[in-house]
Structures are given as structure tokens and as C-alpha cells.
């Protein structure tokens, strides 16, 4: 059973204050969306959850186990996987030897056979197969983006958070990056989404996280956090909700 | 036979040729050609580890001949001052151990006055011959210098841990020019610029294959320096092909990417230092042996340049190529010694091969970033790639369009 439990987190930067006691809990295989304006301190709470900084105060478990003072692999190897904001393959390894690396860092290297399958399974679904052999540095922005997807499913985590998986991308490649969530989730793990695109955000998520300057300011349902006044007045705006809500309406019917 | 095994077999076509080499050849620049190949493996044991270190796991760093300063320092120092004797000097600082006496002997620097002796040479002239001191046995001492290679590798891995790029480039650059003036003005103990001598690798000579050789003979220290060689890409070879291979990649290519996908980047960039600093320091003790004497100059910015350039004409992103590379280039350089005349004008070669390696250097870097040795390999291993992807994608399409 999946079990995140985020207590109120704060970090500051200086005299900056950019996460201002955040807390939310994830229990099983959610699909959560998670927004804000630019600067609401979305990165850095996924930041926070991998490893990578430390918060001034709060506190991180995952299936009861406390990960905020560990490091990015320790993390990564307890179950918390996380793409970039802007893409991060290893340019100059191959496509198959991307998805080796966490596949061996998680100590399967003994069984070769099985983790070569599971590449090729992994290749297949993302339509990577017929590349696998070339340098990731030799694809499209789109493909390299869904390798790095490929990667996190070789790591198996539990939770997932995706940064912006849209961002760039084309319609055709959009429609697997869909699928892939939706199969990831199927397959019992949760996913945090952080995206801008608002449709995407409302066709595929549950359950929204909106975050604005630091504060943690509504959590619910899509249809709840869409008229939620202090949503609307800190980042839909009146018109932008009109048009989230049709947009939310379409992908629903 | 698959192209793909080209590269393996050109390889051991090399190894059997290096091995046979010294019983076959025989013409009278024998030791001269032989004085060659030892340095030119010397250099390849230390540009094929630097390969490891700036090319697989890009830690771009210059401290690398600052290492085989410590292994050729730390086996000199240990020759020089620890002896074995069965009888007290009563002048040294000596410890009893069973019966025999560890003695250190104390340092007197540089001094041309022959009364001034050290404890053990003064020691020596009162017995009188009658009694017999041990030197402490040199193949100790290069494993001593190995080990304090990996220390101070160690060391060097932890503090650069958070520096990347140029800052990492410029502290080992620091650390490798302190070491050279430390050891330059600490004259009592390194006698600095004099330089300190070494043993012979095989001071009573060495018998091989039923035939005696002296300890002034080219052949044993050749192969004592080639199987270091194959040694040391024995274990490149296996770090490279094995997990170890593909995360300090990863590490080069993406540091937080790696660490986000379960990867101890720490531990992965301190243990490639630790490795590839001892590989130099083993180089650099098996050398001083074999020169017999050590100088700070032998640390100097200038050798740095040579190693790192000949791994880049070589490739630095394959370990073999770095080493072919630095033999070629040794060769290269010693045979355009030879000055020429152009009617009355002298061409000194002896200055105008820099030049010539110079601009070489240029041309690889600006017109192939892989070195000139590596992309042959290259075209071996990976030339069906490019066919393998264009077929599948073709029968992809060919399967898509049948089903629709």
C-alpha cells in the first residue's frame, strides 16, 4: 500500500520564503494534479521530495519511512521517482543503456535477462524500440522525453512526479505520454502531474493540489477546486475558469 | 567472424606483437627503441586511466601526474631512508624487531661536504664492512606508493565532490602544483630540485626464460611496465563493461539525473578517483625505478598537457584509444628528433616537433572530438547501428501500414 505523508514543509531561500508549511497525504494508486502560478514553489516541493534540497522544517514519509533528511538515490531506491522540468537524458549513452542505469542502481544487474526484457517491454510500449541502439543525444526532444518516462519505469517507484510532461510536445507523442500515465496509475502507482495545461490537468487527475507563493491553498476534486473562490481569485482568474470548466467538461464527456 | 570483433582481435595481434618484440628485434638502437616502448607504456597506463577518469566519468582533472609524483616519491623516500640491519647503529632512530634492527635513517638534504654523512653511512664506516645492512625490497615499495595514490585519490575525490567543470580543472591544477612545491622546498627530506635516486627495479638483476639479465637491461623493466599496462586495462576493460562503466557515465552525462534514478553519485566519483590515481601512482613508481631518479620537474603542468593531449588524439572516451594514442605519440615525438637542412637553413626538430604535436592537438579537437584512434573503433562496434535502426523502423512502418 502507497503512503505519502508530506507535514508541513518549509523552505526558504534567503529572505525568500518559498514553501510556507505544506502538508498533504497520498494513500494508494492517486492521480494528482499539482498547480500554481510560476514561482509558486512547485519545484522546489518536488525538490524537497526527492532528495535533492532539505527543508528548514517539516517532515517527509514514505510507506512510513522518513525520507526528507535522505539523499536523491536513497530516495529514488525507497520508491520516489521524478522527471526534470527540462529533459535529462544521458546524451551520450545509448537509448538501452539510459534505462540500465536505474534498473542496476536498484542492484537487478544479477539478472540480466530479466532486466533486458524488461527494457525492451519498457521500448516497446513507448515506441522507442527500433532505437535502442542509438545515442540518446540523437533523438527528438519528444522521444527523449519519453525515455526519461521509460527510465522511471525502470525504477519501479511507488510515487511518481512528473514536471511538466507536456511541455513541447507533439499531439502524437501527447497521446502516449497519456497512455503512459494512465498505465502507470493502473498498475497501482500514485502520480503527482504538475503541468500548466489545464486540459490535460482536469482529463486526467482526480484529485487537484493548487499551490500559490508557498501555501498549500486548496486540495480536492477537479470540480471542487475549480470554483473554490480563493483558487479562482489566486490563479484561474474568472475567465481563465470559464474556460478550464468547458475544457474540464469536454475531456469528462 | 562478425566486424564487431575486429577491435578484439587487433587488440591481441598488439599484445602477442609487444610481447615478442624485445627477442626479435635486434638492431643496434635496440636499448634506444626499447627506452621508447617503456615510456611510451608508461604514458599509456597514464593516459588510458585519465581516459577513465575526464572521459567516462568527466572529472576533466590535471592532477593526474601529480599522483604518479606520489607513488615515485612515497616508493623513493621509503628506499631511501628505511633500512634492515642486525646490529644497532646506536645513531639512527632504530627499532628492535626480532632480531634485527629497522633503522630510519635521518635526512641530511643536499650537502656536498663529505663529513657530514647520514647516521647510517657513518654507522657503515665504523663497522668497517663487517657488518651487512638490507634495502628494503622495491617491489614494496611500489605498492606502498600504489596505496598512497589511492589515499590521497581518496582525498582529492572527497574534496572536489561538489565542484564540476572548469572549478574542478582548476583545484586539481592547485593540487598538483602545491605538491610540486612542497616537494621542492622540503630540500632535507626530497633533496628538491637535486632530486632523489631509486634503486634499480632488479638490483641483483633477474633471471627470465633461463637467460640472466643485468639490472642495466631494457628487458625486464619493459615487461615489468607492459603487464602494468595490461593490468591496468585488464581492470579498465572490466569497469567499463560493468555496472561501474555505465554509472560513472551517467554521472558525466547528468549528475542529479543520475542521483534521482538510485545512483550513489558520491560514492561512484570518489572510488573512480580512488582507482585511477592508483593506476597513475603505480605507473609513476615503476617508472622512477626504472629512470632511478625523481625530480619535481617530473610533476610539472608540461607532462600534465602531454598525458591529457595524448588521450585526446587518441579519444578520451575510450580507454584503449588513449593508450594506442599515447604510444603512437611517444614514437611520433622521439622520431621527429632529427633536425634536417633546407639548403643553408637548420630546421631544429627538437623544438619544432612541439610545434608540430601542437597543432595536431588543434586539428583533432576542432575537426574530431573523439581523437583519431577512437572513431576507427568505433566504426567497428557501432557502424551497423545506424542500418539496424533505419531496417527497423522500415518494418515498423511496413507492419503499421499492413494493419491499418
Redo the contacts between chains.
Sequence with gaps: MIDLVVTGLTKRFGGLHVLKGVSFEIHGPELIGLIGPNGAGKTTLTNIL???IKPNSGTVYLNGERIDQL???EV??AGL??T?QVT??????TVL?NL???A???GH?HNRAEVDEKAMEVLEFLTL???R??YAQSLSGGQQKLLELG?LLM?DADVIILDEPFAGVHPSLMEIIYRYIERVNEAGKAIILISHQMDSIFALCKRLLVLNYGDLIADGTPDTVKNDPTVIEAYLGADDDEQGATNGDQAAS | MSRQHTPQLAGLVLIAFFAVFPFVYSANDYPYIMHLLITGFFYAILASSWSMLAGYAGQFSFGHMGFTGIGAYTTALFCHYIYLSPEATNLCTEYAIGDQFLIFVNPIGVTSSTLSQDCLRQALSAWDGSVQVTAMPVWLGIILGTVMGGVFGLLIGLLVLPLRAAYLALFTLGFSEILRAAISAEIAITRGQAGIELPYLFDQGITLFGRHFDKTDKLPPYFVMFFLLLTCLGILAWLAKS?FG??V??L???Q???????????RYKVLVFVITSMMAAAAGAVMAHYVRIITPNNLMILQMSLVVAMAVIGGV?NFVAAAIGAIIIEFTLELLRNSFEVGDIVIDMTIWRLVIFGVLLMITLRFSRNGIISPIINHFL?GH?AK??VA??GA?AESAGGSS
Excluded: C, I, W, Y
Design positions: 526527492d532528495g535533492a539523499q536523491s538515490f529514488a531506491r521517482g521524478r526534470f535529462r537524458s544521458f546524451r551520450r549513452m543503456e540500465l542505469v536505474p542496476l542502481a536498484l544487474g524500440e527500433h532505437l541502439n542509438e527510465r525504477l | 555496472k555505465l554509472f557515465r551517467a558525466r552525462e547528468d542529479d539525473a543520475a542521483a534521482a534514478l538510485g545512483v550513489n553519485t558520491t572516451e557501432r547501428v539496424e535502426t527497423k523502423r515498423a
